[in-house]
C-alpha cells in the first residue's frame, strides 16, 4: 500500500586528494538548485549564498605557498545540531538521512544557522532577483525562494525523487545503485555530476556494494570538525600530501 | 480609610501578656556563657576521646597508604582528595555564615557567629590534610588550566597559597573577635589560659576607637575572607577535579562547587549548633538562629539544583563527543551511585522532606537533621567529582575526550578509613577549640541586650530591634 | 459591603489562569471543528475563469469519452499532467470545424491559433504554491491501489479524485481545498508518506 | 532621624496621588517626544517590513545582532521587579517600600518589550503565529503538525508570557487598596476606573489579611518563574554547541544574575527620576538608596565573579578558536573599547563609587552610576552576542564582522521609549509608590533608646 520505505542513507564522499578547487560544483549548485545570483553587492554585505563553497587556504610561507581546497556542503548530520533548536520544525531529519530544509514552514528565526558548526545554513536576506534573461533558467522542480527564510544544501533531493519514481516506474524497489556512479550516468547531485577529477561521489552508504560505503571506510577518511560529534553524512579523505601541514592554515 | 482606625485607641482595658521572646539581660548572658565555657560537661571528654581515636586511625591508614602505594599515583588517594575536598566545603567554609549574616546585619547572627567562626581552627586540619596532595597534581604542560604556563608549576604554587591565606584570615576573624571576650575574662583566670587570653585580648579597652577599629576589621576581614575562601574554592576545585578529566569543560562547576561550600557551612554549623544547644546556651542558640540558617539551607539546597541542572543541561543538550563521554563516565558510568547519593541527599530529601515544610525549619531537630542529610550528599558529591578525576590515568589527563568507561574505584578499608580520619580529626580540633573560646560571643550578647526592647505595641507587646547602620 | 466580595481577591488567580486555561482548550476545539466541517472552499477555489477559448470538458471527456491522458500525455510519467499542444488538438480539429454556430466559432479560434503558430493562453485553474512539488505521475500509479479499482478501470475515476467530474463541468473549476490539511489527511488516511520532503524541496 | 518626615495619612495620599491627578505640562511634552521616537521606530519597522531583514546590518554569519542584544537586555531589566518586590517582601526589608511599584511596572514594561524583538527579527513576521501564537494549536487547520518543544525558542515565549502574567498579576494585588484610595478621591471615568478595578476593597481586616496572603503566596510562586525565564533566554545561546563563546554551563546564573545586576540598576535610576518628577524626596530618601547601593555592591560583585569565571573559562581549555574569539573580544577593534567600556561602566566605576556613603546617599551620583551600569550591560550582551557569531568554529573562511543599520539603531531607540512612556503613562493612571505600603511602614518603625544615642529601630513583623 505504503511507498516502500526504502532503508537507505544518503551519503557523500569528498575527496581533498582530488579536488582542484576548480568550482564548477559552485557553478552546477547555483544553477541546479535556483541559489540566487552572488551579485558584488552581496558578497559586500556577506550575504551570497552557495549551497556549496570551496575554502581556500594557504599553507606555508611565500614563495613556498600552496593552496589548500575543501568544498563544503551542509553535511546533513545524524545528530544535527540545527535541528534540535528550530521551534517549528522547519528542519529536521527524515528516514533516509537527510536534513530537511522545509521552506514553507520556517519563520526565519535563524537560530538554525547559529547553532550550524559548519556555517552551510543561507538566509535570504532580500527577495531573490533573476535578470530576465536568466528567469526562464530556474529549475521548475525546485522552490524559489523567497525571502525570510533559511536555506541550505538539499543533497538535490529533488533528483533523488526523480530517480525514485524512475525506478518505480521500472517496477524497482528502489533505485539501481550503480545510477549513483557518475560515469555511468543516471542520477547524482549536480555538484556531483559536474566534479571533473570525481572529488565528489555521491550514494547510499547502507549499500555495501555501493561506492561511496566502500570509499567511506578509507583510512583517509575523517569528519569535518568531528569533536563535535554531529555524525555527518558527508566524509571527506584526507588530502595525500608528504607536505601537508597539521592544519595551521593562514 | 478606615484601615487601622479602629485599632489606635490604645492599650488600655484589655488583656496583655509578655510575648515569649527570652528576654534576658547581660549579666545573664555574661555568666551563663562563662559557666558553660568554664565546665562543658562529661560528654566533651567522651566525645573528645571518639574523634581521637578516629584520628588515629586516619593516620595509620595513612601511613599504610603512603608505604605501599607512594605518592606517585593519584589513584590511590582518590578518596583521600575527596576528603579533602569534603573538608575544604564544610568545615573549611564555615566560618563564611558568620562573615555572610554579619555583612547582612542579620540580628540572629549573634547567637552562632562564634560557633561558626570556630571552625577555623578545624580548618588548620584540612591544611594537614592538603600536605600532600600538590606532589599528586600533574603540572600544566598537558592539561587544560586557568593558569599561564609557568614552569608547570603554577596551580601548585598557587592553590597552596590560597588555602593557607584563606585558613589565616579565617583565623584571624575568630581572634579579633574574640578579643574584647578574652580581655573581660583575661582578670579571672589563672595558668595558661590567663597567658593566652592576655595575648590574645592584649591590652583592649573598650575605647570608642578600640570598638570602630574591631568593626572596621571585621568588615575587612570578612569581604577578604568571602572573596579568599570563593577563589580558593574556584582554583582548587578547577585544578584537583575539572582539569583531570578529559573534556570536563563546565564554567558553571567552580560556582557550583563554591555553592555546596556554602551549603555545607550552613549545615556544618547547624550540627554544631544542635550539639552545643544540647548541652545547655539554649537562651542564645535558639529558634531564631535554627529558623534563619534553615531558610538558608534551603534556599542553597534548591539553588542546587538549579546549578547542576544548568551544568547538566547544557552538556545534554550540546552532545558534543567530549560532553557525551564526560556525561557518561560521570552520571551513567561509575559515578551512578554517587551521584544519584549527592542529588537525592544534597537538594531532594532535604528539601522536599524537610526544608520546605515552614514547622520543620522552625524547629530546633528539623533543620539539624536536614542538615546532617546535606553532609552526606556534599559527601557523595566529593566522591563523584575527586574520586572520578582522581581515577583518570596518568597518560589520559589533558586528551581531549574520554575515551572508553574507565573501571570503577570503589573504596576500600583504608579509604574508608582515611575518609574517618579525616572527619574525626576536623572533629577533634572542633572539640579543642570549644574548650579555648567561649562557644557564644558575649560581647555581642550584650550589645544585643542593648539593642533590643519590648514595648507596648496596639494591644499587644511587640519586639523593637534597633538598628544601627 | 457583601461578604462574598471578599473572596474575590484570592480567587482572582483562579479564574485568571483557569480562565484563560479554558479559553485555550475551547479554542482548540472550535479551531479542529472548523477546520473539519467549515472549511472555506469558497476562499480557495475562486469561479472558473473565463477562458480564451471555450473549451468544454462536457463534450470532449463527457460525451465523447475522450481518455484523459489522451489530452493530458504526460501525466503517467511526469511530475505535471500537461496541456496539450495546439498541434494535438488540431488532429481531430482540423477535420471537426463544428456544427452549431457558438461551437463554430469557438473551433475557428483555435484553427487560427494554428494557423499563426501560436500557444493557447490558457487560464490555469489548478494552482499550487511554488514550494509544493506536486508529482502527478505517482498519484497517477498509486491511486487505483487505494481506490480499489481493481485492473480495469477508467482513468477518470482515479482524476476525478482530486478534480471532480470535469466531465459535468462547462468551464472547469477547482471543487478541493488542495491545502495542505487537505493532501495531509489523504496521505495518512492511506498510509502514504508525511515525510515534509516529499512534497516540499 | 532626620530623613524621616512625619505625615498624616491624608497628607501621604495627597502627595502619592498627585502624579495622577494633577496636571504638568512637562508630562504631555515628555510623553510627546517619546511618541515620536516611538513612531520613528514603528516607521523603521514598517520598512523593514516591506523590504526585509536586508535593511538590517546582519550577515553570516552574524545572524543576530541588535535585537536580540535589546531583548536579552529588557528581559534583564524585568528581572529587578521580582528581585525587589519579592524577595525583599519575603526577606521583609523595611527599604523595599517606595522601590515595590516601580520595580514591578518596569517589569512589565521591559518585558512587554522584550517581546517585540524576537517577533520583529524572524524572517516573515507575518508567520509568527506558527512559532509563538499557542503552542498548543497545531499549524494552519488540519495539519496537526505541532511546535518542537526541544527548540529552546519555543521555551522562551512560554516562560516569558507566564512572567508576563504573573508579573501583572503582582502589581494587580498591590495595586488594589491604592485603587481604593484612588476611588473615594476621585470623580468621573477615574472614579468608575477605580472602583471597578477595587474590587469592593473597603479595606477591613479580612480584606487586608487575605491581600497579604496573595501578595506573599504570589511573591513565592514567581520566583522559580523569574529565576526561569533568564536561565531559558541564557540557554538560546548556552545550548548552541556550535558558538563556543556561548556555550558555557555557566550561562544559566550568569545571565540571572546579571540580570538583578542590571535591572536593579534601571529601578533605582527610575526612583531617581520619579524623586525629581514628581517631587517625591519625602518618600523616597536617600536611606533606600543607600539601601539599594549596598544591595547593588553585592549583586554586581557576585555578577563579577560568574562574568570572570566565564570569561576565564573560554581560555581554560586553550583551544585556537576561543583563543581567537577572546582576541577579538579584548583586543579586536572596535569591541576592545566596547570590552573597555563595558567592564569600566558595568563594575570598576560604579561599584568603588558605591562603597562610599556618601554617594550612595547622592541622588545625582547614584543616577548617573546605575545608567552606566546599564549602558556596560546592554554592551555586555552585545559583546556575547556578536563576537561569538563573528568567530564560530575554527572555520576561518567565513568569519566575518557586523555593522548594525540605522533601522536597527532606530528600532532600539523605540523600545526605551516605549518603555519608559509606558511607565510615565502608567503613573498618570495609577500610584506609582505603593500608598499602603508607605503607611503600612510608618506603623512599624519605631526608635529605641541606647546609652545617649537614640537609634532607629523596627518593630518585628511576625
Keep these: 500500500m505504503a511507498e516502500p520505505q526504502v532503508d537507505v542513507k544518503w551519503s557523500m564522499v569528498v575527496d581533498i586528494d582530488k579536488c582542484t578547487g576548480c568550482q564548477a560544483c559552485v557553478v552546477a549548485c547555483q544553477s541546479e538548485n535556483n541559489v540566487p545570483i552572488s551579485t558584488q553587492e552581496l558578497y559586500d554585505q556577506r550575504r551570497q549564498m552557495t549551497w556549496i563553497r570551496v575554502e581556500r587556504y594557504w599553507e606555508g610561507d611565500f614563495p613556498d605557498v600552496k593552496a589548500r581546497y575543501i568544498p563544503i556542503m551542509c553535511q546533513h ?99 539501481a545503485d550503480d545510477a549513483f556512479d557518475p560515469s555511468h550516468g543516471a542520477f547524482a547531485p549536480a555538484c556531483v555530476r559536474a566534479c571533473p577529477t570525481d572529488a565528489l561521489v555521491f550514494g547510499d552508504a547502507n549499500n555495501p556494494n555501493s561506492r561511496v560505503a566502500s570509499l567511506a571506510h578509507s583510512d583517509r577518511r575523517y569528519h569535518l570538525l568531528e569533536h563535535l560529534g554531529t555524525e555527518p553524512n558527508v566524509i571527506y579523505l584526507k588530502k595525500i600530501d608528504p607536505e601537508a601541514g597539521d592544519g595551521n592554515h593562514e | 480609610m478606615e484601615t487601622t482606625s479602629s485599632e489606635s485607641n490604645g492599650h488600655n482595658g484589655h488583656h496583655r501578656h509578655m510575648p515569649e521572646i527570652g528576654e534576658y539581660t547581660a549579666q545573664v548572658a555574661n555568666e551563663e556563657i562563662r559557666a558553660w565555657f568554664g565546665a562543658p560537661g562529661s560528654w566533651h571528654g567522651k566525645a573528645l576521646f571518639v574523634a581521637g581515636a578516629l584520628l588515629v586511625a586516619g593516620i595509620v591508614a595513612f601511613v599504610i597508604r603512603a608505604s605501599s602505594d607512594g605518592f606517585d599515583e593519584r589513584g590511590p588517594w582518590a578518596y583521600y582528595a575527596a576528603g579533602f575536598a569534603f573538608l575544604l566545603t564544610t568545615v573549611g567554609s564555615a566560618p563564611l555564615v558568620s562573615v555572610a549574616l ?12 562564634r560557633l561558626s567562626e570556630l571552625f577555623a581552627i578545624s580548618s588548620i586540619f584540612m591544611l594537614i590534610v592538603y600536605i600532600p596532595l600538590p606532589f599528586m597534581l600533574p603540572v600544566v604542560d598537558d592539561r587544560p588550566s586557568l593558569w599561564i604556563n609557568w614552569h608547570g608549576h603554577a596551580p601548585h604554587i598557587y592553590d597552596s597559597m590560597l588555602l593557607v591565606t584563606t585558613v589565616l584570615c579565617g583565623l584571624a576573624i575568630l581572634l579579633i573577635g574574640a578579643r574584647p571576650d578574652f580581655a573581660a575574662l583575661k582578670h579571672e583566670t589563672k595558668g595558661i589560659r590567663r597567658w593566652y587570653y592576655s595575648i590574645i585580648g592584649g591590652n583592649w579597652k573598650g575605647t570608642k576607637k578600640e570598638w570602630q577599629r574591631l568593626r572596621a576589621a571585621q568588615g575587612v576581614l570578612g569581604g577578604l575572607y568571602f572573596m579568599m575562601l570563593i577563589f580558593t574554592q574556584l582554583i582548587v576545585s578547577s585544578d584537583y577535579a575539572l582539569a583531570l578529566i578529559p573534556g570536563w569543560k563546565d564554567s558553571i562547576y567552580p560556582a557550583f562547587y563554591s555553592l555546596t561550600g556554602l551549603q555545607g557551612a550552613l549545615a556544618v554549623t547547624l550540627i554544631a549548633m544542635f550539639w552545643v544547644r544540647r548541652t545547655g546556651l539554649q537562651r542564645y542558640i535558639s529558634l531564631d538562629q535554627f529558623w534563619g540558617l534553615a531558610k538558608l539551607l534551603l534556599a542553597t539546597s534548591l539553588l542546587w539544583f538549579y546549578f547542576w541542572w544548568s551544568g547538566f543541561f547544557v552538556f545534554w543538550y550540546g552532545r558534543s563527543v567530549a560532553e557525551v563521554g564526560v556525561l557518561e563516565y560521570m552520571i551513567k558510568g561509575a559515578y551512578l551511585a554517587p551521584f544519584l547519593g549527592a542529588i537525592a541527599f544534597s537538594f531532594f530529601v532535604p528539601c522536599f522532606f524537610f526544608l520546605i515544610w515552614n514547622p520543620i525549619r522552625k524547629s530546633i531537630r528539623g533543620p539539624a537533621i536536614a542538615a546532617t542529610i546535606v553532609m552526606l550528599g556534599i559527601m557523595f558529591s566529593r566522591v563523584r567529582e575527586y574520586v572520578a578525576a582522581f581515577s583518570i590515568p596518568k597518560g589520559m589527563v589533558g586528551s581531549t575526550h574520554i575515551e572508553g568507561i574507565l573501571g570503577t574505584n570503589t573504596p576500600d578499608a583504608i579509604d574508608i578509613l582515611l575518609l574517618l580520619g579525616i572527619l574525626g580529626g576536623s572533629a577533634f580540633f572542633y572539640l579543642v577549640a570549644l574548650r579555648i573560646f567561649p562557644a557564644v560571643n558575649i560581647w555581642e550578647q550584650r550589645e544585643f541586650t542593648l539593642l533590643r526592647k519590648v514595648r507596648p505595641y496596639f494591644k499587644r507587646y511587640a519586639v523593637v530591634l534597633g538598628k544601627p547602620d | 459591603m457583601r461578604p462574598d466580595r471578599k473572596l474575590l481577591l484570592l480567587s482572582l488567580p483562579v479564574v485568571l489562569i483557569g480562565g484563560l486555561v479554558a479559553t485555550i482548550i475551547g479554542g482548540f476545539v472550535i479551531w479542529r471543528v472548523a477546520a473539519h466541517y467549515f472549511y472555506p472552499l469558497e476562499l480557495i477555489a475562486k469561479a472558473a475563469p473565463t477562458q480564451p477559448i471555450r473549451f468544454t470538458h462536457v463534450t470532449h471527456a463527457g460525451q465523447l469519452g475522450i481518455d484523459c491522458t489522451f489530452c493530458h500525455r504526460t501525466v503517467t510519467e511526469e511530475r505535471t499532467a500537461g496541456i496539450p499542444a495546439v498541434q494535438q488538438c488540431m488532429f481531430c480539429h482540423a477535420v471537426i470545424k463544428g456544427v452549431e454556430e457558438d461551437k463554430a466559432s469557438e473551433i475557428a479560434k483555435l484553427q487560427e491559433y494554428a494557423a499563426n503558430d501560436e500557444p493557447i493562453d490558457w487560464i490555469r485553474v489548478h494552482r499550487l504554491p511554488d514550494h509544493v512539488q506536486f508529482t502527478h505521475e505517482v498519484h497517477i500509479r498509486r491511486l487505483p491501489e487505494v481506490l480499489g479499482l481493481g485492473e480495469d478501470f477508467q482513468i477518470q475515476a482515479v482524476c476525478s479524485t482530486c478534480h471532480g467530474k470535469i466531465w459535468e463541468m462547462e468551464e472547469v473549476r477547482q471543487v478541493r481545498a488542495l491545502k495542505m490539511g487537505d493532501c495531509v489527511d489523504c496521505h495518512r488516511a492511506n498510509n502514504a508518506p508525511t515525510d515534509c520532503v516529499i512534497c516540499h524541496y | 532621624m532626620q530623613e524621616r518626615r512625619e505625615k498624616t495619612e491624608s497628607q501621604i495620599n495627597t502627595d502619592l496621588l498627585s502624579a495622577m491627578l494633577d496636571n504638568h505640562l512637562w508630562f504631555w511634552i515628555v510623553l510627546a517626544g517619546l511618541g515620536l521616537v516611538i513612531l520613528a521606530g514603528a516607521a523603521a519597522a514598517g520598512y523593514m517590513f516591506d523590504r526585509g531583514l536586508g535593511v538590517t546590518g546582519l550577515n553570516r554569519p552574524v545572524f543576530w545582532g541588535f535585537f536580540i542584544t535589546n531583548f536579552v537586555f529588557w528581559v534583564g531589566i524585568s528581572h529587578a521587579g521580582v528581585m525587589l518586590s519579592a524577595i525583599l517582601r519575603l526577606a521583609q526589608a523595611e527599604w523595599r517600600r517606595p522601590a515595590t511599584r516601580a ?124 529565576v526561569s525565564v533568564h536561565s531559558i533566554v541564557s540557554w538560546d545561546f548556552a545550548a548552541a554547541v556550535s558558538v563556543e563563546g556561548w556555550h558555557q554551563t555557566i550561562f544559566a546564573p550568569y545571565f540571572v544574575i546579571g540580570a538583578v545586576h542590571s535591572g536593579v540598576s534601571g529601578v533605582v535610576t527610575a526612583m531617581i527620576l520619579m524623586a525629581w518628577l514628581f517631587k517625591w524626596q519625602d518618600y523616597i530618601r536617600p536611606e533606600h538608596f543607600d539601601a539599594l547601593g549596598r544591595l547593588l555592591i553585592v549583586v554586581a560583585t557576585a555578577w563579577f565573579y560568574f562574568f570572570f569565571i566565564e570569561f576565564s573559562f573560554g581560555l581554560f581549555s586553550q583551544e585556537p578558536s576561543e583563543i581567537a574569539l577572546r582576541q577579538t573580544q579584548v583586543f579586536g577593534q572596535p569591541w576592545g573599547w566596547m570590552y573597555l567600556t563595558f567592564i569600566m561602566a558595568s563594575y570598576f566605576i560604579p561599584v568603588p563609587l558605591w562603597m562610599f556613603r556618601r554617594v550612595r546617599r547622592s541622588l545625582v551620583l547614584m543616577f548617573w552610576t546605575t545608567i552606566l551600569v546599564n549602558i556596560g550591560m546592554w554592551l555586555e550582551r552585545f559583546l556575547i552576542i556578536v563576537p561569538s557569531l563573528m568567530r564560530k568554529q575554527g572555520l576561518t573562511f567565513v568569519w566575518g564582522d557586523y555593522n548594525p543599520s540605522p533601522i536597527e539603531v532606530l528600532l532600539v531607540a523605540a523600545s526605551f521609549a516605549v518603555v519608559l512612556g509606558g511607565v510615565l503613562l502608567f503613573s498618570k493612571i495609577f500610584p506609582l509608590i505603593p500608598i499602603y505600603d508607605a503607611k503600612e511602614g510608618k506603623y512599624i518603625e519605631a526608635e529605641i533608646q541606647v546609652g545617649r544615642r537614640t537609634v532607629p529601630a523596627v518593630i518585628r513583623e511576625e
Design chain 1, 77 to 175: 548530520c545524524d545528530t544535527a545540531p540545527c535541528e534540535p533548536v528550530c521551534p517549528v520544525f522547519a528542519t529536521y531529519h527524515n528516514n533516509e538521512g537527510l536534513n530537511v530544509q522545509v521552506y514553507n514552514r520556517c519563520v526565519g528565526t535563524r537560530y538554525c544557522a547559529n547553532n550550524c558548526p559548519y556555517q552551510v545554513r543561507f538566509f535570504n536576506f532580500w527577495e531573490p532577483v533573476w535578470p530576465d534573461s536568466l528567469k526562464n533558467q530556474l529549475n521548475p522542480d525546485v522552490t524559489v525562494r523567497s525571502r525570510g527564510i533559511m536555506e541550505k544544501c538539499s543533497f538535490c533531493v529533488q533528483r533523488l525523487r526523480r530517480s525514485e519514481r524512475d525506478a518505480a516506474q521500472n517496477g524497482d524497489d528502489r533505485p
Design chain 4, 103 to 226: 520595580a514591578e511596572v518596569l517589569t512589565i514594561f521591559s518585558l512587554a518589550t522584550a517581546l517585540i524583538f524576537p517577533l520583529l527579527h524572524t524572517g516573515r513576521p507575518w508567520r509568527v503565529f506558527y512559532w509563538v501564537g499557542l503552542p498548543i494549536l497545531p499549524y494552519d487547520l488540519s495539519r496537526g503538525i505541532f511546535q518542537n518543544v526541544r527548540s529552546a525558542l519555543l521555551w522562551d515565549p512560554s516562560a516569558i508570557f507566564t512572567y508576563l502574567t504573573s508579573s501583572t498579576l503582582f502589581v494587580f494585588i498591590a495595586l488594589v487598596p491604592d485603587l481604593a484610595v484612588a476611588r473615594d478621591r476621585t470623580t468621573g471615568w477615574r472614579r468608575a476606573l477605580y472602583a471597578t478595578l477595587a474590587l469592593g476593597f473597603r479595606g477591613n481586616a479580612r480584606q487586608w489579611r487575605l491581600q497579604a496572603i496573595a501578595g506573599i503566596l504570589l511573591s513565592a510562586l514567581i520566583l522559580p518563574v523569574f
Design chain 2, 102 to 113: 554579619r555583612m547582612s546585619k542579620a540580628h540572629w547572627r549573634r547567637g552562632l557567629s
